[in-house]
């Protein structure tokens, strides 16, 4: 079984271009997380979306957006790139929302902004 | 609000050592608590889960036991092989509703380096 995939594996992007990544979760699977690994400040949430629906965001600026597709995938993007937008983005996925379910994560797509 | 702690790294031990990464957390509600690895270059894979208090999860020799006593989730393994140098993060997420259901809220990772 395919895990989670994500595209592309990197992105240079200079400041104030837009960027959009994307993701496409474990068949069956209807929720995807968004995250960033930015050096020294560990991994922050991003975004939950669950069957087409944006459930819950992290304390990031409305330039980060996204959206969930009928098939489940997903797409992140971010706007008017800074220089310190430039980090790992990590997609996840779970077969539902629900606390134990394990969210299984793609490779990541790194980013970097000049 | 919920946050999780682990111990400052890196961890650097030579192979067959013991090993063991604290883990405390502080949750507004009753989380689960997870275990996650990162190799160099990649995403990260899930090591263990434990849903409620007294749960141990294990896999790969790797055992973590939720202690809802001591609001810990400390990660342990009997004899550490060179294989297992990666970084390691301890996480939870919230078992029901409210602004962080959903998301999984990370310690600030260990490193740790195993030597032959």
């Known amino acids: 079984e395919a895990g989670v995939t994500q595209s592309p594996t990197h992105l240079i992007k200079t400041r104030g271009q837009q960027a959009t990544l994307r993701c496409s979760p474990i068949s069956g699977h209807t929720s995807v997380y968004w995250y960033q690994q930015a050096l020294g400040l560990g991994l922050q949430f991003l975004l939950w979306?669950?069957?087409?629906?944006?459930?819950n965001r992290g304390n990031f600026p409305p330039r980060f957006s996204g959206r969930q597709f009928p098939n489940y995938s997903s797409e992140l993007n971010v706007n008017a790139l800074e220089l310190e937008d430039s980090a790992l983005y990590l997609c996840a996925s779970s077969s539902a929302g629900t606390g134990g379910n394990e969210q299984f994560f793609g490779p990541g797509t790194r980013l970097t902004v000049l | 609000g919920n946050s999780v702690t682990q111990m400052e790294g890196p961890v650097t031990l030579s192979e067959e050592a013991f090993l063991t990464i604290n883990c405390t957390y502080t949750a507004t509600g009753y989380p689960s608590l997870f275990w996650y690895v990162q190799y160099p270059g990649e995403g990260l894979q899930l090591l263990l889960k434990a849903t409620k208090a007294d749960d141990k999860g294990s896999n790969k020799g790797f055992e973590a036991t939720y202690r809802k006593e001591t609001t810990s989730f400390h990660l342990e393994k009997g004899s550490v092989q060179v294989s297992d140098s990666a970084v390691y993060f301890c996480a939870l997420r919230l078992n029901a509703g409210g602004t962080s259901y959903g998301k999984l809220t990370f310690g600030q990772g260990t490193i740790l380096t195993v030597h032959p």
């Open positions: 979306y669950d069957e087409g629906e944006e459930r």
